[in-house]
């Protein structure tokens, strides 16, 4: 019988998923059990380079009680790149309850090897407290920010978090900045535009007054939406790894498209 590969590459991370030294039991936000996750692969050492060669990437998320997901694809040289994206749809995320999360690659010469697993846990159960949503306190009175918002946009967008009434000094606040190609925050996500700002541990005066935050730089985070675009803001409060609050969904809408100019303002 032959004896198991052992792993030879890190854990995969999930975009929006606290690292495995801060969170070992690696709960998934809310949100994202509605949406998906994405799953992040590094590119591996020595991939498939002749025209011939080709690696197969497949990633794997287990739970007891539901279906696997297993996802694979194949890729020639003129596919690689740094890293790559793997959705697991909510559809496997349905059970509460901790599973594990691990790829296998099988180079061009049918050798396998594969990562260590990380270990994910699904909670449901709605956060207790509802938490209203962010501001955006540069955009115009239709909700905009465009050519002649003041700051400029490409200088980075201001949100501001309310006061936090309720919650302790220690816990902490997760900021997720989405982008989208549409003006309400929906359809599908620009994921290059996705941003995640941690604030580890609110103080009282966060609590007292809320606090605000950029999202920037611009070229990655801002610049992707051009006209009749929009992002959308949720944060969450996290004690520990239990998620304790949730707030609603908040849109800004961005238009870098001046009338009667065919190329979008900012750099």
């Excluded at 949100?31 to 799953?39: A, C, K, Y």
């Excluded at 197969?56 to 297993?70: D, K, M, R, S, Y």
């Excluded at 908040?250 to 190329?263: C, F, M, P, Q």
Aim: net charge negative.
């Amino acid at each position: 019988m032959a004896v198991n590969k052992p792993p030879i590459y890190d854990p995969p991370k999930v975009i929006g998923v606290l690292d495995s030294n801060i969170d070992p039991e690696g709960h998934i936000p809310l949100p994202l059990l509605l949406t998906g996750i994405e799953v992040v692969v590094p590119l591996w050492p020595e991939p498939a380079k002749e025209p011939e060669e080709s690696d197969t990437l497949t990633v794997f998320f287990e739970q007891i009680g539901q279906p696997p997901a297993i996802i694979s694809n194949t890729y020639k040289p003129e596919d690689m790149r740094p890293e790559f994206i793997i959705r697991i749809g909510p559809e496997h995320l349905n059970n509460n309850g901790a599973g594990e999360l691990w790829y296998e690659l099988v180079n061009s010469a049918g050798n396998p090897s594969e990562s260590f697993k990380r270990r994910l846990t699904i909670d449901h159960t709605p956060a207790p407290i509802d938490l209203k949503e962010a501001r955006f306190p540069n955009v115009n009175s239709d909700g905009y920010l465009n050519c002649s918002t003041i700051p400029p946009m490409w200088e980075g967008v201001k949100v501001e978090i309310p006061a936090l009434q309720g919650f302790r000094v220690g816990d902490r606040c997760e900021v997720l900045w989405r982008g989208y190609s549409s003006l309400n925050g929906s359809g599908p996500e620009i994921s290059s535009a996705r941003k995640s700002v941690i604030r580890p541990s609110l103080s009282d005066q966060d609590i007292r007054e809320g606090y605000s935050l950029v999202i920037e730089p611009y070229e990655t985070h801002i610049k992707p939406m051009v006209n009749d675009d929009s992002a959308t803001v949720v944060y969450l409060i996290y004690r520990g790894a239990k998620l304790v609050g949730t707030s609603e969904l908040a849109v800004v809408k961005i238009d870098r498209i001046i009338s009667g100019n065919e190329l979008p303002c900012g750099p």
